[in-house]
């Protein structure tokens, strides 16, 4: 049978979960579009709830394409979405990416699909990052959100291998390549503003930087950077 109203319990959960905006909000999550569907559904996630407009010939319980669309966070509106359970796992090498104060979800997202294709065994979000769960987050990961583990973690100890402090021009050049072969290593990334706390990169065990022209990336874009760079020689496949 087609959902045709507005009152419907599956679609008041997805418009409230469409307004998370922190990892204490709610252990659930919406994924919009039939990519990041499949994307979950390749990487063996089970949806708790999966909705498709009627008629658009998707698998999901039909709804009203116009109702479906009014609960869309996306421009375009959605021809089917899912929720979904968070999962939270262990900070876990041979190469982990850290995440400090980074709080716009987009670049949390597009971080997780960076690690994704670099390889990185997890993204670990300390205090004051983004949810990677929230919708922003999870278009930004294009499905890397359901292939990468990531864990919430407090403090470096939580952290493995070798603590590497990305520091704008301080200390010495990134290099690479890392792997197995060089031990576990922990890549630690801050704001673009404000960068990393003062007290955190004392505590790591080396501080090094991206030598660039201009006084700073973004922390997406210095995530991406540095992991090619940590990777180079060692990954596969076609961009």
């Known amino acids: 049978m087609t959902i045709t109203s507005s009152h419907n319990d599956k679609l008041k959960e997805i418009r409230k979960l469409a307004r998370r905006r922190t990892r204490e909000d709610t252990s659930r999550f919406v994924a919009e579009g039939e990519d990041l569907v499949t994307a979950a559904a390749a990487a063996g996630w089970t949806p708790?709830?999966?909705?498709?407009?009627?008629?658009?010939?998707?698998?999901?319980?039909?709804?009203e394409g116009a109702l479906l669309a009014s609960v869309?966070?996306?421009?375009s509106g959605s021809r089917q979405l899912a929720v979904y359970e968070s999962r939270w796992a262990a900070a876990a090498g041979p190469l982990c990416v850290a995440l400090w104060g980074v709080g716009d979800p987009g670049n949390v997202g597009t971080i997780l699909r960076s690690a994704l294709a670099f390889g990185a065994s997890s993204v670990a979000l300390a205090p004051g990052c983004a949810d990677p769960f929230a919708p922003k987050a999870v278009r930004a990961s294009m499905g890397a959100i359901f292939q990468v583990p990531v864990a919430r973690v407090g403090t470096l100890a939580q952290l493995p291998g070798e603590h590497v402090a990305l520091v704008a021009h301080e200390g010495s050049p990134l290099a690479g390549p890392t792997g197995t072969a060089a031990g576990e290593l922990t890549l630690l990334v801050g704001a673009e503003r404000d960068g990393l706390p003062a007290d955190v990169v004392a505590a790591c065990d080396r501080v090094a930087h991206i030598p660039i022209a201009a006084e700073s990336l973004n922390a997406a874009m210095a995530a991406t950077v540095a992991l090619y760079e940590l990777t180079r020689g060692g990954a596969s496949g076609d961009a």
């Open 72 to 75: 869309s966070a996306l421009g």
């Open 48 to 63: 708790l709830t999966l909705l498709a407009a009627a008629d658009s010939g998707l698998d999901g319980d039909e709804v």
